[in-house]
């Protein structure tokens, strides 16, 4: 059995939600309760023992998970705190797990590529606990290697399971992700309340984590990233003229895959592997829109959509220069035009968007000029 299989969920939803005043594990957050998304998450990364570790209402929670493939765990002891149920659980586990993630339920927006990514890095790095990372803050859940079952269950509980693990700080596994579910939790009305409108727009990134993804989980150059956020300005630019007049363009789509639209812009065919990413990170379409920045073959009678505008404001921005069409194909064909098939493409690509352009002018009213100065885009700084 590899170590991939003998991995383990403890999920705690034992306590009172007195704070939220109505019982957390079974709010409904898009259509499924709380605690089905949870078990959801961990059934899609690939975790097939998951606990959930019960104490008020545990009969309800019962019933509610009669459906799914899941232990549950009653914890009598639930009135003593969280870290009573982490020990009720870890009392359970298997002597050969591996490692095993320990998850409150009032954190249920966690995206699955986010525990891929710390499995993956806990195998490549074995440690004492990995953490999500968002923004240089961690989150949950954290990963902890089952090696440290015994110092878990002979702590005193001063400090909870977090006074134990921050002895460990020192080997620790900090893992960057793009996902501030990580941090999300809902304690309150008003935190969840925010959770219903992430949710919402969940499938695209926000802008902080299209920061967070440029930034810190890729590293990518500044220069790179200082010349996607020029693009993202003016893509939101040229989308939001055209639903001025009528249109009905995606513009959180537009924005957030134009922020990223070059995120492996190190790799070979670099926006494939960027739409390999997004799409791997749950994101398909901002994959679909990041696939085709580089070539796109769009007809005047085709409808203009989010694709067109990000591959448009693509070829507006040299660096973090705003340019006429005309000016960036120039330049393109004194630097490869000696080359036939550089050039026929080339040819191709000033086609295309001499098309788009064509569109988004009609469509808005509006010169390209006109607009982004409308916009304040020719002012602007990156």
Known sequence: M??????????????YSRRMRRFKPLLTLGGRTVLERVVSLYRSA????????????????????????????HNPAHDEGMFASVLAGINTLASDVSSFFVHPVDIPLVRPHTLAMLMDAFDRLPSPVAYPVFDDKRGH??????????????????????ALLRRFDATALDVQ??????????????????LETRLATSDRLTEDECRVLMEKVRKLPGPLIHHCHRVACVATALAR???????????????????????????????????HLLHAMGFPAM???IAIHMDIRPSQDSPLDEAQIVYLA?????????????????????????????????????????????????????????????????????
Do not use: C, M, W
């Open 241 to 275: 003229a055209v639903n001025d007049r009528g249109g009905a363009l995606d513009v959180h789509l537009v924005q957030s895959a134009a922020r990223v639209h070059d995120v492996a812009r190190t790799e070979i065919n670099h926006a494939a592997a960027g739409a």
């Open 2 to 15: 590899t170590r991939r299989r003998q991995r383990s969920v403890i999920i705690l939803a034992a306590g």
């Open 141 to 162: 859940p954290p990963l902890i290697d089952g090696a440290l079952k015994e110092a878990i269950l002979s702590h005193g509980g001063n400090g909870g399971l977090g």
């Open 46 to 73: 690939g975790v097939t023992d998951i606990r959930v570790v019960t104490g008020f209402r545990s009969q309800t929670i019962r019933s509610a998970l009669t459906s799914l493939p899941v232990a549950v765990v």
């Open 287 to 289: 994959a679909a829109l």
């Open 314 to 382: 693509d070829k507006l921005v040299a660096g973090t220069t705003l340019v006429s069409l005309k000016q960036r194909f120039d330049a393109k064909l004194k630097k490869y035009g000696h080359d036939p098939k550089a050039s026929a493409e080339i040819d191709q690509r000033q086609r295309a968007a001499l098309t788009i352009q064509s569109k988004v002018e009609q469509l808005s009213g509006q010169t390209i000029g006109q607009l982004l100065n409308t916009a304040g885009i020719i002012r602007r700084q990156p």
């Open 177 to 194: 992700v793009a996902d501030e579910g990580v941090l999300l939790d809902a304690d309150t009305p008003d935190d969840f309340q925010r």
